[in-house]
């Protein structure tokens, strides 16, 4: 791009310019780790809420296609659903 490339041409006016060549080089891994690293963690915490989600539905008895089980062995299917608790 432009910019890098104007970037660069900034750094090699510089009497330091192999240094932070190399400083730039860093900042550029490290960021695209950070990056990747970040859509890994995104997608993570999407799988756990969705986990989460589907556990209360069945908590709650809302999912219809979800039975459970009541305490005398009889399946349930959402007919007696109730709520846990309300803040």
Excluded: F, M, W
């Amino acid at each position: 791009s432009d910019t890098a490339e104007g970037l660069h041409q900034l750094i090699a006016s510089c009497d330091n310019a192999r240094r932070l060549e190399t400083s730039l080089t860093t900042i550029s891994t490290l960021t695209s780790e950070c990056q990747h690293k970040n859509r890994v963690n995104g997608r993570l915490i999407s799988q756990r809420q969705q986990l989460a989600r589907d556990a209360l539905d069945i908590i709650r008895q809302t999912d219809p296609s979800t039975s459970t089980y009541s305490g005398h062995g009889k399946a349930n299917n959402g007919e007696n659903a109730r709520t846990l608790g309300k803040a």
